[in-house]
């Protein structure tokens, strides 16, 4: 089913509007997506109002409850709450873990009662492969007998029992699995392992540079000098260094001052660190030994905090220079940029969202603190393949941080996140959809503990 083109065969790519993390997966896949344009759920032309309203009164609900958690007392409980129905069991013992929960009997309800079904219906007068990055849509799109093949792709390292349909043995939903720990979770869920594969998360191409990995690998040969300024890591590995980028990626001097960018989530709850570190490295960023990129996204209340607070510190001439901030009125034009800076970024400090995956660019994380449950499995699967550290205490950035480099820790966890998390998962959901299996790219077995 579906048609043909000369790159390949095309699908819809159908993503929801809701924070940045499902946007931010489908982002790398416009390359396979019908007309090149992604689909969003929520916001797409024509959507029925009742089913728009349903979208925006979840997105908001989200969003409130992701600030108010901050509220002393009763944030962290009322949080702890929410978090409870969207929880990721315990691993181990293994046992069958295909009873449905709570959450997914709620979202199976409004589906009975129509919603979806005019997206669904809309696609399927076209009935290319959907390939969507929230489970709700593959939900939408087997309840209505959507006459395609329908991929479901995971967007965390690992997921809760809401991803798979009440009655797990009998769908025809195809997973994509960003790694090995939700390729076997997927199955104690029940499903079907011939309906599982092994994939790896989508990176955006202009960061890999095609399936060779070319500009990944000159990117991070020019970030190892910042992270390693003693050498201790590059003396004592340099044979590995050169194996793995070749000589020709591994240039002789320094190309750009050591550069932090600091990422907030969708709802931008945790814009107060990125000022917090502004204002521990203030005496380097005037030195212009160190730039910090703040990423604002979509947000332009996140964007003016910034810009103000960076002013009120003193460093406003500073502003679009050694301290930039990334901003955009669409997500398509953040994600533009966002890939663009990530060129000349060494260390990302984030909390550990889907862009734990994007250590697999040879990229450290700093972590700051987990929200909700499947992050704090996130944080776990980085410490598992040692590309990521939890942040101290901001306001003693300058002190701690250097420590890490002077170690030589951070050029270490540049080369485990590049060596060890998948970077094939753009090209391999796209082999996959054209049904050309034997031409994926083996991943390692990496597990979560």
């Known amino acids: 089913m579906g048609k043909k083109q000369k790159n390949g065969q095309k699908a819809h790519v159908v993503a929801v509007d809701m924070g940045y993390g499902h946007q931010r997966a489908a982002h790398p896949l416009h390359i396979l997506a019908y007309k090149g344009k992604v689909i969003n759920a929520n916001t797409y032309k024509g959507i029925p109002q009742s089913d728009k ?25 009322i949080w702890a709450l929410f978090d409870h129905f969207q929880e990721i069991p315990k691993f181990y013992p293994k046992r069958d873990l295909s009873a449905p929960n709570s959450q997914l009997k709620y979202f199976m309800h409004f589906i009975k009662k129509g919603w979806g079904k005019d997206l669904i219906s809309k696609l399927a007068k076209n009935p290319l492969p959907i390939v969507t990055t ?24 690992d997921i809760s029992r809401t ?31 011939a309906n599982i594969y092994l994939t790896g998360f989508p990176l955006p191409n202009e960061n890999l540079g095609g399936a060779d990995l070319k500009v990944l690998k000159q990117d991070l040969g020019h970030r190892l000098f910042n992270l390693d300024p003693k050498r201790r890591y590059i003396s004592q590995y340099k044979d590995t260094i050169s ?9 002789r001097k320094r190309h750009h001052p050591l550069t932090i960018m600091f990422a907030v989530g969708g709802a931008g709850a945790q814009r107060d660190v990125g000022i917090g570190i502004v204002r521990a490295l203030a005496s380097k960023i005037n030195k212009g030994t160190v730039r910090i990129n703040l990423v604002a996204g979509i947000r332009n209340e996140v964007a003016s905090y910034f810009k103000s607070s960076v002013r009120e510190l003193g460093l406003g001439k500073h502003l679009g220079k050694n301290i930039k901030v990334i901003h955009a009125p669409n997500k398509e034009g953040y994600f533009d940029k966002f890939n663009k800076a990530l060129r000349t970024t060494d260390i990302l400090w984030t909390k550990p969202s889907e862009l734990s995956f994007y250590t697999a660019l040879g990229l450290p994380i700093i972590m700051s603190p987990p929200i909700g449950s499947q992050e704090k499995f996130n944080r776990k699967w980085l410490r598992t393949i040692s590309s990521g550290i939890d942040q101290e205490d901001v306001q003693y950035t300058e002190e701690w941080l250097f420590d890490w480099l002077d170690s030589g820790w951070f050029a270490e966890a540049a080369m485990e996140g590049f060596m060890e998390a998948p970077k094939y998962g753009t090209f391999n959901i796209q082999k996959i959809i054209s049904h050309k299996t034997e031409e994926t790219k083996a991943m390692k077995m990496v597990l979560q503990y």
Do not use: H
């Open 53 to 77: 309203d349903f979208w925006n009164d979840s997105r908001e609900f989200y969003e409130w409850l992701s600030k108010f958690k901050k509220t002393p007392l009763i944030g962290e409980k």
């Open 134 to 157: 929230f489970f709700v849509m593959g939900f939408m799109a087997e309840y209505y007998k959507y006459p395609g093949e329908i991929y479901v792709l995971a967007t965390d390292t």
């Open 163 to 193: 991803w798979v349909p009440i009655n797990p043995n009998q769908s025809r939903i195809k997973y994509f699995a960003p790694n090995y720990r939700v390729e076997q979770r997927l199955k104690l869920y029940g499903v079907n392992p």
């Open 243 to 251: 194996q793995q980028l070749g000589d020709k990626c591994f240039p």
